[in-house]
């Protein structure tokens, strides 16, 4: 914590104490009722916290998941409510949650998600560069044992580790050619083996 962060939260303690002050010292008379007011605003205050603190998993829990289907090795993916397509992939055996990008050229782990699939960050060589929105950023490659979505399996892939703070892995543009068919419509991605 900071000195500025400590200087706010000083400043906001003896706001609160103020206020708490001046409302028990001008409603004295009937303090039953301010303390019910206070409970109640106590609890909204504590519900407010909670469902701050829980967010990501009340929008998980709203996204629409993803609709695998083996028929075909053919997938459906939802639009998300952002606007994105994600899906949950299997990396070297462990889930990996990913947005479609075509936009990004490989597929880009997060230095999290490379370590959840057994890949050490810290033993990369970080000798590649990526530029993205935010500017440029180093990349190590790293060839993946294997990627599995729904049926459809692939070993061998060539992938890349971002050196930088990327919020999610994404799935690029050489792992969706592998796709005879990548369809966009009626609020889905289809993507066709």
């Not at 009722?33 to 990501?56: P, S």
């Not at 060539?158 to 999610?168: D, K, T």
């Amino acid at each position: 914590m900071t000195d500025f962060d400590t200087a706010h939260l000083v400043y906001l303690v003896m706001l609160g104490c103020a206020v708490v002050f001046w409302f028990m010292a001008s409603n004295r008379e009937s303090m039953g009722r301010v303390a019910q007011q206070a409970v109640v605003w106590g609890l909204i205050f504590l519900g407010v916290i909670a469902a701050v603190g829980l967010w990501d998993d009340i929008r998980q829990t709203v996204r629409p998941g993803q609709a695998v289907f083996s028929d075909g090795n053919r997938i459906e993916l939802p639009r998300a409510p952002d606007g994105h397509y994600y899906l949950t992939a299997q990396v070297n055996g462990t889930p990996v949650d990913f947005v479609i990008d075509t936009g990004a050229t490989q597929i880009v782990l997060t230095q999290d998600d490379a370590r959840a699939a057994g890949i050490d960050p810290d033993r990369l060589a970080f000798v590649g560069r990526a530029y993205t929105a935010n500017g440029e950023v180093r990349t190590a490659p790293v060839r993946l044992e294997s990627i599995t979505i729904g049926p459809i399996r692939d070993t061998g892939v060539r992938a890349v580790v971002n050196e930088g703070e990327l919020e999610q892995s994404l799935l690029g543009m050489t792992y969706l050619q592998r796709f005879s068919s990548v369809e966009i419509a009626n609020g889905q991605l289809v993507l066709t083996r």
